[in-house]
């Protein structure tokens, strides 16, 4: 089920308080850093770079406008793939 | 022979049913044009006038995306979300379930047929 539309986007503070700061600061370049996959995009949030957390670093995340709406999580993978071994035997053949 | 939104020639079937050989039309959305048009359910086809025909050639140009242009605006929001590097575009990439099925088991739609594993057996 989707989230009530009475109760606003969900964002963590603290994200909205740093994106806030970058923006006054005017340096829209800098990675801001959080560890919050659950906090919401926000349309004031388009056009800077935050780097999400994916439990091991950060990874980079230029916010666009069609993000808007979708959590930071979904753009920093938690999981690499590299595929099974037995994959890569039958493609040799 | 009756051509209705493009390459689509259904014929000795009743309207409703013949209509949902058009990719993007279903049984319901069927049933909405023979009644926004005025057509008998229990026609068929062939037995169709010719303005009958165009009036429901009309009303799906008109209010409804078939075929060939559904299929592209398909692949475009497939597409759009590969673009962006999202977690659902990832998995439309890798041919994997998007919307966080198991796939430890099943999942066969998005994977195709089972490969065999060379040297599983105990």
Redesign the interface.
């Known amino acids: 089920m989707s989230r009530s539309v009475w109760k606003g986007p969900f964002v963590d503070a603290y994200v909205l308080k740093k994106a806030e700061a970058v923006r006054e600061s005017g340096r829209t370049n800098d990675v801001i850093k959080i560890w919050s996959r659950r906090s919401t995009i926000l349309p004031q949030f388009v056009g800077l770079t935050f780097g999400v957390y994916n439990g091991q670093k950060h990874i980079p995340v230029n916010v ?1 406008e ?2 808007i709406g ?1 959590k930071f ?3 920093s ?1 938690t999981r690499t793939y590299y595929g ?1 071994a ?1 994959d890569k ?2 493609k040799r053949k | 022979m009756a051509r209705i939104a493009g390459v689509n020639i259904p014929t000795g079937k009743r309207v409703p049913i013949a209509l949902t050989y058009i990719t993007g039309i279903g049984p319901s959305k069927a049933k909405e044009i023979i009644e926004a048009v005025g057509v008998d359910g229990t026609r068929r086809v062939n037995e169709l006038s010719d303005a009958e025909v165009l009036s429901i050639r009309e009303y799906i140009d008109a209010n409804l995306t078939v075929e060939g242009d559904l299929r592209r605006e398909r692949q475009m929001n497939v597409k759009r979300l590969m673009d962006l590097g999202c977690y659902r575009g990832l998995r439309h990439r890798r041919n994997l379930p998007v919307r966080g099925q198991r796939t430890h088991t099943n999942a066969r739609t998005r994977k195709g047929p089972a490969k065999a594993i060379a040297g599983k057996k105990k």
């Open positions: 666009t069609e993000m979708q999580g979904e753009y993978p099974h037995a035997k039958a």
